[in-house]
């Protein structure tokens, strides 16, 4: 296998280059170089917690981006951080009411990183006083909260304003590479998707008086209203490299799934395994698992056709194989460096003037798979997604106690 793939497999930097052009992922000029950026989006970020403190870390590297005002439940979080980012006092705030000061304070741009529940209220918001979103994922934990999302990013677009989900997987030199032989022909017919989405799970403590404790350290992932269930959260980064080669979103579902972790306290799903329908006939397996039995982590999508196969990773080795050509690279570090392409494509897009804000449709389409794929595996029964649009069905959270 290794003397064929040493004859077979190249790895040519033209192509690539021409891949990652094609996504406005250009390599850096000198006069692009962090030191050399003057222009200082004034930006606000929502959400301090893990992932919310640790890409401030990319924004403050870029070197685009200064830090004017951070909001977070916790006032201790907002403080932590606010002094790590230079942020004055009184630009610090708190409670669930926070994002609203953050917005009249004075920035540009916000960076939401909250539990997908607060997203649809908290995006709208920016992007009616006339703010720049950069977004985490997924965007909702139900139908409403998509097509919420879905209408914000028309009505940012309609304002000259940029709209950006933080999708990692479709920026990697090796993913485009393989998703472009894929679209060129090179496995001939498609014949079947599946992807995987593995991950050890999060803690999932008992319920308190209210709900505060479900707000820290990822344990509302555990619960599905507040963060659309473990395939919703995890595994959407492979179901939604998928989409972003197959260029449609499925039709159908049909699954089970169960709750198999030891003394769970939240009703998110941790097993699963689904088969969406698309239109044209394809098949698409996913498998989810979030159980700490065993490692590494892995999410993967792999397209297989007539003639052979591609495999887009998150962490290991983008692929494609089949009768007449092979290529193969690794993808390395994409959870930073994906990010970081992508806070430097926003840094772009608002100091450039592009409002196309071409990765919320997707971002939506995904969004709706997973929740399509959950009902399904939940309710035990072939569900459509004209069904769950139809349903429409809003989740709520008892945010009783908290403060406001």
């Known amino acids: 296998m290794n003397n064929w793939l040493n004859r077979r497999t190249f790895l040519k930097t033209s192509s690539l280059a021409a891949g990652a052009s094609a996504l406005g992922l250009q390599p850096l000029k000198a006069a692009d170089t962090a030191s050399a950026r003057t222009r200082k989006i004034k930006l606000g970020l929502v959400g301090c917690g893990g992932r919310g403190s640790w890409i401030a ?8 981006y200064e830090f004017h005002a951070v909001a977070d439940y916790f006032q201790a979080n907002a403080d932590k951080w606010g002094n790590e980012l230079g942020v004055e006092v009184s630009r610090r705030f708190s409670t669930l009411s926070g994002y609203k000061r953050l917005i009249e304070s004075g920035v540009e741009a916000v960076a939401l990183e909250v539990p997908p529940y607060f997203f649809a209220q908290h995006a709208q918001a920016a992007v009616d006083a006339g703010l ?6 997924p965007i909702a934990a139900d139908v ?5 999302i879905q209408q914000a990013a028309k009505t940012a677009t309609g304002k000259q304003r940029c709209f950006l989900v933080d999708y990692q997987m479709s920026t ?11 679209l060129a022909g090179g496995l001939g017919k498609i014949s079947q998707v599946s992807t995987i989405g593995i991950c050890n799970g999060f803690p999932d403590p008992p319920f308190e008086k209210t709900i505060e404790n479900r707000l820290q350290g990822l344990t509302w992932v555990n ?4 963060g659309c ?3 919703g959260n995890f595994d959407i980064h492979s179901i939604d490299a998928a989409l972003w080669v197959l260029g449609q979103r499925p039709v159908a579902a049909v699954g089970a799934s169960q709750i198999v972790r030891p003394d769970p306290h939240g009703d998110s799903h941790d097993v699963c395994s689904v088969i969406y329908e698309y239109g044209d006939g394809l098949v698409h397996n996913h498998f989810g698992q979030a159980l700490a039995n065993q490692e590494p982590s892995a999410l993967s999508c792999t397209i297989h056709g007539q003639k052979g196969f591609g495999t887009l990773e998150y962490w290991r080795k983008a692929e494609f194989r ?3 050509d092979a290529f193969r690279a690794n993808v390395e570090n994409l959870y930073e460096t994906g990010a970081a392409r992508n806070i430097d494509t926003f840094y772009r897009n608002v100091t450039e003037g592009h409002f196309a804000n071409d990765t919320v449709p997707r971002a939506v389409d995904s969004a709706l798979t997973c929740i399509l794929g959950r009902e399904a595996a ?27």
Do not use: W
């Not at 990697?172 to 894929?182: C, H, Q």
């Open 223 to 226: 619960d599905i209203a507040l």
């Open 132 to 137: 720049h979103v950069y977004m985490a994922k």
């Open 378 to 404: 939940a309710r035990g029964t072939r569900l459509t997604m004209e069904q769950i649009l139809a349903e429409n069905k809003k989740l709520e959270v008892n945010l009783a106690g908290l403060k406001t």
């Open 144 to 148: 409403p909260g998509c097509l919420a």
């Open 57 to 64: 870390g990319l924004f403050q590297k870029h070197g685009g």
């Open 322 to 324: 089949s009768d007449e």
């Open 172 to 182: 990697d030199p090796g993913n485009i590479e393989v998703r472009k032989r894929i």
């Open 229 to 231: 269930d473990f395939n």
